[in-house]
């Protein structure tokens, strides 16, 4: 603006020439410029600010999506604890970010400033400093930041589900989302960090790492962490028996395919508002988004061919896991690859997490939701594959007067590996330092005796044991009556029909088997057994013994008690109004009850399949 400026000498001199109003308009036109050129840069932060605002709460709905995918995942019982987990996170999360997370990862000056961590900015003080902090756009980018470490810290929720008790989850949430993440993300996305491409000078091999969205910094980070707490956390009781695992499956498919799709929406946003400036990079943000579809979309259908081929079934939970790993790794380049290029990235990732997915099982490491294959397989694929396919063009729109712009080796030969390289070393860093802050802090809970539930507890599972409710309530008693009425109207053609008071020996019968059942488990570990009723199309559920039961009827004639998680049963009698009862200890010999007094006789206990068939 000083250019503008008209000088007291020309001013005089226009005066003696007579040209006074000249000199009064262009002071004028002067004063319109600079007030123009102040209105478009506020223009611009109120844009940027708005676009990052915005953003954040598209992506903390990302929140909602890993609640409904996990939930889905786990076992019944312990449903409502999954969804508890998930509120709590981004509470603690949030209390983390603005006394320290924040500061540690971009609480960082051109006067103070630490490749490490962040050392200014605690609890967002000074507030003036936020005027002008990075870009202009301080506060939503601390909001935007935030959305980030809430997601990285959920990833470990899952890999520990039903075992991990609730003070384990959130010291693991306040490590991971408050320590690891904004130290991580100090590292790579500061302009001051040691590892980062965007660092301001020295950069790591002449390049550093890049990594646009978090395949490294929220994924490897919180995989890292999913599978430390995995292993540590042990596997679920049973899961590796061969008579119990199948009961082991996700209970809910609906649940995990609604938060495949809320976290697919959720990333093209993660990726595409990675750029954090929509007036400079709005190709850049267009090019997130569709890489980001392509990449989704070429790890379903590769996990859908794999599954197939080597299972002769084509599985959900593989086409949205595959979905998902190219989402993850895809991440790290989105804005800096072709097309074809995140096509590619897709079918690896997905390939990655396959094969990681089976490693894990075949090491017994129990993961409900592979979380750690997921996340840290398919991130690790993708910042490998960002050394491959970086594309250096891209990279000098991103990155504007730096003296050079090492790309993928697929297209420049010249940086001698100089991107790869750095994308391994932050790779290895990253688990590194998860590893130093999370391991010492679950071992100390393993030995305070507070890292997992007890055993009675799995058993009984997380939303009893814990919280003392549950995810699904239904109350057969209160409604035994309608039911039957129902029933009855709409099943005219059978005979004998029964009325209420056969429903009532059913249900003396049903608690009869109940008790017997309290005596194996204490004596088994049959673990929790929810007897329900099903009368033809009506059904009749409630929760009694407390471990997995169901009671399918016939005429009211008779029903089916199958455990949940037991691996255990015993041969016993049973005796129960005018009938009498032997229970075989096969899951192909079913209990066979007779009337008689009411009694009961527990014998040996042997095993035998989780599977217990009782007909009255």
């Not at 050129?37 to 708005?50: D, E, F, K, W």
């Not at 019982?77 to 971009?106: N, Q």
Request: proline fraction near 3%; include cysteine.
């Amino acid at each position: 603006m000083a250019s503008c400026e008209v000088s007291a000498d020309a001013a005089a001199a226009l005066a003696d020439a007579g040209l006074t109003v000249v000199g009064d308009r262009l002071r004028d036109a002067c004063t319109s410029a600079a007030t123009l050129t102040t209105g478009l840069s506020q223009l611009r932060h109120a844009l940027n600010s708005a676009f990052l605002l915005f953003a954040g709460a598209l992506v903390f709905q990302m929140q909602l999506g890993f609640a409904l995918f996990v939930t889905g995942a786990v076992r019944q019982k312990s449903a409502a604890s999954v969804m508890l987990l998930h509120v709590v996170t981004p509470c603690i999360v949030g209390v983390c970010y603005y006394l320290f997370g924040f500061g540690l990862g971009f609480g960082s000056t051109a006067d103070n400033n630490n490749p490490v961590v962040g050392s200014t900015f605690f609890a967002l003080s000074p507030q003036e400093a936020f005027d002008t902090l990075n870009r202009g756009d301080g506060l939503p980018l601390v909001w935007f930041q935030f959305t980030f470490a809430t997601l990285c810290a959920t990833i470990v929720l899952g890999a520990v589900s039903e075992r991990a008790t609730l003070v384990s989850s959130i010291v693991s949430i306040v490590v991971v989302g408050g320590l690891a993440f904004p130290i991580v993300s100090h590292w790579v996305w500061s302009d001051y960090g040691w590892l980062g491409y965007s660092k301001l000078s020295g950069r790591l091999f002449g390049s550093g790492a890049f990594d646009l969205a978090g395949s490294g910094v929220v994924h490897i980070t919180g995989g890292t962490a999913a599978l430390l707490g995995a292993t540590l956390v042990g596997p679920r009781i049973g899961r590796y028996d061969e008579a119990t695992r199948d009961s082991f499956d996700a209970h809910n498919i609906t649940l995990v395919c609604q938060g495949t799709f809320v976290l697919w929406a959720g990333f093209t946003v993660f990726n595409s508002a990675s750029v954090l400036t929509i007036t400079d990079n709005y190709v850049a943000a267009g090019r997130c988004l569709i890489n980001t579809l392509l990449a989704g979309s070429t790890g379903g259908i590769t996990m859908l061919i794999v599954s197939r081929l080597s299972s002769a079934h084509s599985s959900v939970l593989n086409c949205l896991n595959g979905v998902l790993a190219g989402l993850v790794g895809i991440c790290s380049s989105c804005s800096i690859v072709l097309p074809y290029s995140a096509l590619i990235t897709g079918v690896v990732c997905s390939l990655a997490f396959f094969v990681c997915e089976k490693a894990m099982a075949r090491c017994k490491i129990d993961d409900p939701v592979a979380a750690a294959p997921l996340h840290l397989g398919a991130g690790i694929s993708g910042m490998l594959l960002t050394g491959f396919t970086a594309y250096p063009p891209f990279l000098r729109d991103a990155f504007p007067g730096r003296e050079s712009y090492p790309g993928g080796i697929f297209y420049d030969g010249d940086s001698s590996g100089a991107l790869l390289g750095a994308q391994v070393v932050a790779i290895l860093s990253i688990i590194a330092v998860v590893a130093v802050l999370l391991t010492p802090v679950l071992f100390g809970l393993k030995l305070c005796g507070v890292l997992v539930y007890t055993e009675e507890q799995q058993l009984m599972g997380a939303d009893e044991a814990e919280h003392g409710a549950a995810a699904y309530n239904f109350n057969a008693e209160e409604t035994s009556a309608d039911l039957l009425t129902t029933w009855q109207a709409s099943t005219p053609h059978l005979s004998p029909r029964a009325n209420l008071g056969a429903v009532a020996a059913v249900v003396d019968a049903a608690d009869t088997v109940e008790a017997s059942t309290k005596a194996v488990a204490a004596r088994s570990n049959d673990g929790r057994i929810d007897v329900s009723s099903s009368f033809t199309s009506a059904k009749l559920s409630r929760d009694t013994v407390g471990t997995g039961a169901t009671v399918e009827g016939q005429r009211f004639a008779s029903f089916v008690v199958t455990t949940d998680s037991g691996h255990r049963s015993a041969s016993r009698r049973l005796h129960c109004g005018s009938m009498s009862a032997t229970a075989s200890p096969s899951s192909h010999n079913p209990f066979v009850i007779d009337v008689a007094d009411l009694e009961e006789e527990v014998e040996t206990v042997v095993p035998m399949s989780s599977n217990m068939h009782s007909t009255f």
